[in-house]
């Protein structure tokens, strides 16, 4: 009812690379990270970052794509062990660079930069967003190449069929916002934003990482309300590990 209300408002559509929607973004990640008990995001795969932490020595190198202003590392409670590097776009990783984070908390616009940075990277996550690539095997065909130990991915709308499917998502302004629509004044925010959504197949994924790496665990969410019925649509997750190489010595 709220969405259909706020398009009767403020029929907006914008892009998510919006510095209105990058700085609103900011300002409630820095609320949230001063208060964490005002909401705890879901990382269902944070029990192998906190193995992967462990094992790392000193510190755990992370690239974390597409993660918006940094939740999944700064809500993590080893966070201290972490180099998150949250790539965004150029807009929100400007306004939550200007911000007071956490010391290992760094924000980039692009994956090349975020490396040199860290000198590599150990662990690869990457939630919601590679369906928002333009070539979504080819974007995680070139995540692999960075050779991460760990590969996370969550909340990754793949096709049960063998073709791509493609289409137009909106969703409401506040639908970005951490924390979403919470309060009255929020009222005005509630334009779209749209999303060329493209969705791969399964098959196509799991075939990329079978070369290198074991999967540990895969899993299917609750169907999203923004995924149309009869495309044959899911959203999963799954957790990856890069296999040991033996040297072969014949």
Not at 13 to 37: F, M, Q
Not at 61 to 83: A, C, K, N
């Amino acid at each position: 009812m709220f969405r259909r209300f706020g398009y009767l408002v403020n029929p907006r559509v914008t892009s998510y690379a919006s510095k209105d929607l990058a700085n609103e973004i900011a300002k409630r990640e820095v609320a949230l990270c001063e208060n964490p008990s005002i909401t705890q995001i879901e990382c269902r795969a944070a029990k192998y970052i906190e193995l992967a932490a462990s094992t790392a020595g000193e510190k755990l190198r992370v690239i974390d794509f597409g993660g918006s202003g940094g939740r999944h590392g700064y809500q993590l409670p080893f966070v201290s062990s972490l180099e998150w590097s949250v790539i965004e776009t150029a807009e929100l990783a400007e306004a939550m660079s200007k911000k007071t984070m956490p010391p290992n908390l760094s924000f980039y616009s692009n994956i090349q930069e975020a490396l040199e940075a860290l000198g590599g990277v150990d662990v690869v996550h990457v939630s919601s967003a590679i369906q928002y690539t333009p070539q979504p095997t080819k974007f995680l065909d070139d995540l692999l190449k960075f050779y991460p130990e760990l590969v996370i991915l969550e909340k990754l709308v793949v096709s049960r069929k063998s073709k791509e499917v493609s289409f137009d998502q909106f969703s409401s302004f506040a639908d970005n916002l951490p924390g979403g629509f919470n309060r009255v004044s929020d009222l005005w925010k509630l334009g779209f934003v749209k999303y060329r959504l493209r969705a791969a197949p399964q098959g196509a994924f799991m075939q990329l990482l079978s070369a290198d790496y074991q999967i540990l665990e895969t899993w299917v969410d609750v169907r999203p309300s923004h995924l149309p019925l009869g495309l044959g649509l899911q959203q999963i997750g799954l957790v990856a590990s890069r296999r040991k190489r033996v040297p072969n010595w014949s």
